[in-house]
């Protein structure tokens, strides 16, 4: 384990210091590029009911005495965090070389941002004591650190990071009261069936719902839904109830499966507006489906609207001269404006610092480090049952949790994106 007090580790240049292996081997030499841990396939949603605000012993779950709060029989300094991240530091023998710094890359850069965010809220008189510890990215050992004296005793637990090692821990953290945030992991919270359980990243069928409600309010008289399923995993995770989902939201909606382009181009309208939908992410099935689009489109009456799946913000469309008129648009919980003030402010704070651009995972640190810290110091352990009642919108991330007496918190805030002039926009 690594205790690391609340202050940033001082680095120079973009070289990696490792402190006697006592301290943290913590810096970056490279702008990471960086993508959301993906879900396994699964064609299960969220828990149907979710409860507004969770049940709370009031006599036996806080009794204050002096600095510590006792929850359920167990002793909770209420200023102590403890981070679990997959630095791997076991890895490194001697001389540091690029494979461990990118093997470290995922924690270095979640625990930089992260550090950044309790930076900040210090100044606000929340002062915490952050215990940093190495993961390791093994199951067994996570399974050890749910009974670790600087874990088991924290007000909350960010991380482990990896499904397996989440759960693993879970089963040995015995503390339900203290929350385990999983902080990057996009696995659907009802995988882990761990009630103190807080997942961040929304789920693909979060994703999914989000995206057939907002098409659904898009739908006219005389338009016409067509849902593209091309038969790749993406389709299969991303579309498993979305017809479904569409007609919920708009019983008047005409909506329509197909399975090959020949269908798709059957299935058009000239009247309205064709909605398409497609659940793939493979550049060449959606270059297929963008060519069928481009044909139909030189033809006067055909108009189109476009939507996909999140991961289609991975893809170039720069040769693709209608995707404008078509108006493709994405949910998504990476939000990052690099032209709004608070994100300038961040990215010279974390230069600073770091002396490296931060990455996704640090955007994502840095505005859990805020959401927790200010709801702990605000309410104290009592910060659990506020969870669903308290929104947040970050440099990066918006929460609005959900809570499910089986699985915990599930986040269910997501943006839309719409891609024009080049580039995703948010909306």
């Known amino acids: 384990?690594?205790?690391?007090?609340?202050?940033?580790?001082?680095?120079?240049?973009?070289?990696?210091?490792?402190?006697?292996?006592?301290?943290?081997?913590?810096?970056?030499?490279?702008?990471?590029?960086?993508?959301?841990?993906?879900?396994?396939?699964?064609?299960?949603?969220?828990?149907?009911?979710?409860?507004?605000?969770?049940?709370?012993?009031?006599?036996?779950?806080?009794?204050?005495m002096g600095d510590?709060?006792?929850?359920?029989?167990?002793?909770?300094?209420?200023?102590?965090?403890?981070?679990?991240?997959?630095?791997?530091?076991?890895?490194?023998?001697?001389?540091?070389?690029?494979?461990?710094?990118?093997?470290?890359?995922?924690?270095?850069?979640?625990?930089?941002?992260?550090?950044?965010?309790?930076?900040?809220?210090?100044?606000?008189?929340?002062?915490?004591?952050?215990?940093?510890?190495?993961?390791?990215?093994?199951?067994?050992?996570?399974?050890?650190?749910?009974?670790?004296?600087?874990?088991?005793?924290?007000?909350?637990?960010?991380?482990?990071v990896y499904p397996r090692e989440i759960k693993s821990f879970g089963q040995t953290f015995a503390n339900k009261n203290v929350l385990q945030v999983s902080p990057l992991a996009a696995t659907m919270a009802s995988e882990f069936s761990l009630p103190?359980?807080?997942?961040?990243?929304?789920?693909?069928?979060?994703?999914?719902?989000?995206?057939?409600?907002?098409?659904?309010?898009?739908?006219?008289?005389?338009?016409?839904?067509?849902?593209?399923?091309?038969?790749?995993?993406?389709?299969?995770?991303?579309?498993?109830?979305?017809?479904?989902?569409?007609?919920?939201?708009?019983?008047?909606?005409?909506?329509?499966?197909?399975?090959?382009?020949?269908?798709?181009?059957?299935?058009?309208?000239?009247?309205g507006t064709n909605h398409i939908i497609s659940g793939t992410a493979n550049k060449n099935l959606v270059k297929g489906l963008l060519d069928a689009m481009d044909e139909r489109f030189l033809n006067p009456g055909n108009q189109f609207k476009l939507y996909g799946h999140p991961n289609m913000a991975k893809l170039s469309f720069e040769n693709f001269e209608n995707m404008d008129f078509y108006a493709l648009t994405i949910t998504s919980s990476n939000l990052v404006d690099e032209t709004d003030g608070d994100t300038k402010k961040f990215i010279g704070n974390y230069k600073a610092a770091y002396k490296v651009d931060p990455s996704e995972f640090s955007y994502k640190g840095y505005d859990a480090a805020l959401y927790f810290g200010r709801l702990i110091h605000k309410y104290g352990v009592d910060y659990v049952s506020r969870m669903t009642q308290e929104k947040f919108s970050g440099l990066n991330s918006d929460y609005r949790f959900e809570f499910y007496p089986k699985w915990g918190y599930a986040n269910r805030s997501l943006g839309m994106l719409v891609y024009h002039d080049k580039k995703f926009e948010r909306k």
């Open 68 to 160: 510590t709060q006792h929850v359920n029989g167990y002793a909770v300094k209420n200023n102590r965090i403890a981070l679990l991240l997959p630095f791997e530091l076991g890895g490194i023998a001697g001389t540091i070389v690029k494979e461990d710094v990118e093997r470290s890359s995922l924690a270095l850069d979640f625990y930089q941002g992260f550090q950044l965010g309790l930076d900040k809220i210090a100044k606000e008189g929340a002062l915490f004591d952050l215990q940093v510890i190495d993961s390791r990215d093994n199951v067994a050992y996570n399974a050890t650190l749910g009974t670790a004296v600087n874990v088991k005793d924290a007000v909350l637990v960010v991380g482990p």
């Open 196 to 271: 103190n359980l807080v997942s961040i990243t929304p789920s693909i069928r979060t994703h999914a719902e989000t995206l057939a409600k907002y098409v659904a309010e898009q739908y006219y008289s005389g338009d016409q839904i067509v849902i593209y399923d091309a038969g790749d995993d993406d389709s299969k995770q991303f579309l498993v109830n979305f017809a479904n989902e569409i007609t919920k939201a708009n019983p008047q909606a005409k909506v329509k499966t197909v399975l090959s382009i020949n269908e798709l181009n059957n299935s058009l309208v000239l009247a």
């Open 1 to 64: 384990m690594i205790s690391v007090q609340n202050h940033p580790l001082q680095l120079s240049g973009n070289k990696i210091w490792v402190a006697a292996l006592v301290a943290l081997c913590l810096a970056s030499c490279t702008t990471k590029k960086s993508t959301v841990l993906r879900s396994p396939s699964s064609g299960h949603g969220e828990q149907q009911t979710a409860v507004t605000k969770p049940a709370v012993d009031k006599e036996n779950t806080i009794a204050k």
